[in-house]
């Protein structure tokens, strides 16, 4: 496979991923988007498996990491796509771009890793910042958007939570195992959900939502996830670290040109801070390879 392509891949994976969330939620109850979402991704990833005869592991760590991840998956998906309903999309994409810093101060609590030094606090810091002022934005909307962007931030704090478990199990199955593993257990709570919400069966969709939901359960649960997993595996850690600053970047610009949706002054000095303290936080993983 092509390093660059793969690359470009994940951008572009990544950056249509929000716009597609929100899209699949047009017509569609949220439930029953992600249900369907990763009901395509359970059948592309089992028939990838087994096209391609990849090992499925069944041993205790495989499963711990099945169920670790199946249960983040679900709780980070169902808020993600709850609040994707009341925000801007390009918002979901500046939010997760917060996750390295979580996981950065959760791996040092859970993980015993070195505490962050003062260029990292410094990036958390800006970030915070960042995140203030995206919270008073106010174009935004009302209460319902308020409570949108807190439910993706708690989205945020469970798939790094979930990150630093996957870590702390250490499981080496191949991703697409793993992939097809998170997704047998993650499933059924997203069924649950479906019934527990009350939500009726989107018969009356548009096609628009319905060619979102396919494109999520494709791209975003599955080939996304394999590509990344190829992309580290080949290229710097500098080189990767790069698309969590690529990403938001082009999202809110998709937001604005595919969904209207408003840029103002104070969401765009938000989302820059946002990515300047990431871009700070990070620094050890691309300035000084940069510098070589």
Not at 231 to 241: C, D, G, N, Q, S
């Amino acid at each position: 496979m092509n390093l660059v392509l793969a690359y470009l891949g994940i951008i572009l994976i990544w950056a249509t991923t929000p716009l597609a969330v929100q899209w699949s939620t047009q017509g569609v109850d949220f439930a029953w988007a992600v249900f369907l979402r990763m009901a395509i991704g359970l059948v592309v990833a089992g028939l990838l498996v087994v096209l391609a005869r990849i090992p499925f592991p069944f041993h205790a760590r495989a499963r711990r990491a099945y169920l670790v991840g199946g249960v983040g998956m679900f709780g980070g998906m169902i808020l993600t796509y709850w609040g994707a309903c009341r925000i801007h999309s390009g918002l979901i994409s500046v939010l997760f771009g917060l996750s390295p810093l979580m996981a950065g101060v959760m791996a040092w609590r859970w993980l015993g890793e070195p505490p962050p030094g003062a260029a990292k606090l410094g990036g958390i810091l800006l970030a915070l910042g960042g995140l203030g002022l995206i919270f008073l934005q106010g174009n935004l909307g009302d209460a319902t958007a308020l409570s949108g962007l807190l439910a993706v931030l708690l989205a945020v704090v469970v798939y790094s939570a979930t990150l630093i478990g996957l870590k702390k199990i250490a499981d080496d199955s191949p991703p697409l195992a793993t992939t097809l593993g998170t997704l047998a257990v993650a499933l059924p709570l997203f069924g649950l959900a479906c019934v527990a919400g009350g939500g009726a069966w989107p018969s009356s969709a548009p096609l628009r939502s319905w060619l979102a939901i396919g494109y999520l359960g494709v791209f975003g649960s599955v080939i996304g996830f394999a590509l990344y997993y190829y992309v580290i595996r080949h290229l710097p850690t500098a080189r990767v670290a790069l698309i969590t600053l690529i990403t938001p970047v082009l999202a809110l610009m998709l937001g604005h040109a595919f969904n209207g949706e408003a840029l103002g002054l104070r969401l765009v000095a938000g989302a820059g801070l946002v990515l300047l303290g990431l871009g700070l936080h990070q620094r050890d993983a691309w300035w000084r390879p940069a510098r070589r």
